[in-house]
């Protein structure tokens, strides 16, 4: 399929408005809402307790992990996502048939199984390691 | 867009009034006839309301962030087909230049040049006269002319239907005859934001978790631990159920053969509903949809009673408006998602065809949304029926359970495409596994936690009773 940038326009313009909607409510609540300012409401609230220390402290290395393995999975999902629209599908009445050739289909099927089996082992290491244990 | 803010507001008090019913209270019922005036008034409180922004916050990005909550959750919106965009995707034919070269057809050289330049894609004869995509449409009945007939000579060289033959079926197949494609108005405006976006459900995907730097950025800059926590839940818990969200999809795009909404939409119009042939994939979309938008059994960045309001909990006025519409907006999109993939888009039944003619415009634009508020009701239904998730229990529910699922549902997929094995296979398939995992739950032994968990002044009574049964899901 051919790929044509105009088709993308109405997103462009689409985006526009919808920035342009944003800005326009928080500039609006800006200048409308009154703003008197007290020591107390410029505090960070935490249930009413004076706060102690900054909120930017360590915090678990876990979501690191959750991450990377995120980038592994969804970086697969973006290999597997053009391999399913090309995938032969049964032509029924009107429907186009498949775009791969006869001969590469099953070696397709074969390389793909292949392919999440790689991501499942990484999926079992990651498991055994304890990357999904939350303590 | 002004009307998917207007449903936002009336779905902020469908709300609460299904809360208020689920409560047994009365909810709101001030402002107009049984508080039906009462969003209206939400956003004029929302615009008049005092701006505070705290002194330790980081000023750019603290107000960029509701922005790019909001912005991501419209945009999202943007490839939704909420009616039939005309024409069918399905017809449009897919050969590329090279295949039209190599059909033989008696043509003068400069006729033939002139083909080629048209690039090739046919739309239905005389429908477009100015196609979205613009180059690709024939000008002229010549033109047209050659065109089919450059078609049907390389349909008959390669014995594959040709392009009218494609046309007359899928008009028979949908109750259609061609004079249906010259109608009125409604069949003529596009009901999609943006039409023909080929990868449409991808874009959607993109865009949607896009929306985890806004809830990122809200929570970071506001420099408040309980907005931190919250934000550091909220994009562990949404960048983790986008994998489950994504391979669901998978099958639905492997037995439909397209990214395009309303290609899948199509396919169901032909062979039933997904939900028929995939209800394990249909289940793992809506729990990974709900924690997308964090719905209550999953709503752990913004638990009132551990975080306040999580990452937005130093944000008042139109900027907390905002997160709050984002969130609304996220959830009719992803129920218009359900919808399309699963539950046949505009179609009434399955298996029952869809209305033509101009009454079937407005049929389908009804049925689809009434579907999407069914699936809405469903949602405020679920949140007073299931309680919160514990933390672990929310990520182990989504690396534990949904993906090895979904990683299988796949490969069945797989598996009965390849070898041209009937779809109901999947039924028993999907349902097999469904109670295979139930079960497994349900008989799992529960092993005790490896390294118990330490409270600071429960150190010598050991941990508490509900420790032992974390590992449940392990």
Known sequence: MDFALSTYYPIFLFLLVVVGFAVSALVATHLLGPSRRTPVKQMPYESGMDPIGDARQHFDVKFYLIAILFLVFDVELLFLYPWAAMYPWASGPGEPSSYLPGEFQSLVFWEVLVFLLSVVVAYIYAWRRGVFRWR | ?474
């Open chain 2, 1 to 474: 867009m002004g009307a998917l803010q207007g449903t936002c507001a009336y779905l902020i008090l469908a709300e609460r009034k299904i809360s208020a019913w689920a409560q047994d209270r009365i909810g709101p019922n001030r402002v107009g006839p049984w508080g039906l005036l009462q969003p209206i008034a939400d956003g004029i409180k929302f615009l008049l309301k005092e701006e505070i922004i705290p002194s330790h916050v980081d000023k750019l990005f603290y107000i960029v962030g509701p922005a790019i909550a909001l912005s991501t959750a419209l945009l999202a919106f943007s490839v939704v087909p909420f009616g039939p965009t005309t024409p069918p995707p399905v017809l449009l034919d897919r050969r590329t230049d090279e295949m039209v070269e190599k059909s033989r057809i008696p043509l003068a050289a400069e006729e033939r040049e002139h083909i080629l330049s048209l690039s090739f894609i046919i739309q239905t004869p005389k429908m477009y006269q100015d196609s979205p995509r613009g180059r690709v449409w024939p000008q002229t009945e010549t033109e047209e002319a050659y065109i089919l007939a450059a078609d049907r000579a390389y349909s008959n060289a390669k014995d594959i239907d040709s392009y009218e033959d494609r046309l007359e079926a899928y008009n028979s197949a949908y109750n259609r005859s061609p004079k249906d494609y010259n109608l009125g108005i409604l069949e003529n405006i596009q009901y999609v934001i943006a039409p023909h976006i080929d990868i449409g459900i991808v874009f959607n995907f993109a865009i949607g978790s896009l929306a985890v730097y806004g809830i990122v950025l809200g929570g970071w800059s506001s420099n408040n631990k309980y907005s931190m926590l919250g934000a550091l839940r909220s994009s562990a818990q949404l960048i983790s159920y986008e994998i489950p969200l994504g391979m669901s999809v998978l099958g639905v795009m492997l037995v439909s053969g397209s990214l395009n909404l309303e290609t899948i939409i199509d396919y169901q119009v032909k062979h039933g509903w997904n939900i028929l042939y995939q209800p394990l994939a249909a289940l793992l979309f809506v729990t990974s949809v709900f924690a997308e938008c964090n719905r209550l059994p999953f709503d752990l960045p913004e638990a009132e009673q551990e975080l306040i309001g999580g990452y937005h909990t130093e944000y008042s006025a139109m900027k907390f408006a905002l997160f709050f519409l984002g969130e609304y907006t996220h959830m009719i999109t992803t129920s218009f998602l359900v919808v399309v993939l699963f539950f046949g888009g505009w179609e009434v039944l399955p298996w029952l065809g869809l209305p033509g003619g101009l009454g079937g415009v407005v049929v389908k634009l009804a049925v689809f949304a009434f579907k999407m508020c069914l699936f809405i009701v469903f949602y405020m239904l679920v949140r007073w029926t299931v309680p919160r998730f514990r933390f672990d229990q929310l990520m182990g529910l989504t690396w534990k359970v949904l993906l090895p699922l979904a990683l299988v549902n796949v490969v069945c997929v797989i598996f009965v495409k390849q070898f041209q094995l009937t779809e109901w296979l999947l039924l028993p398939l999907s349902l097999g596994m469904l109670i295979f995992i139930a079960a497994l739950t349900l008989y799992m032994p529960r092993q005790r936690s490896r390294a118990p968990v330490r409270f600071s002044g429960h150190v010598a009574s050991g941990p508490p009773a509900y420790v032992h049964d974390e590992a449940a899901l392990d």
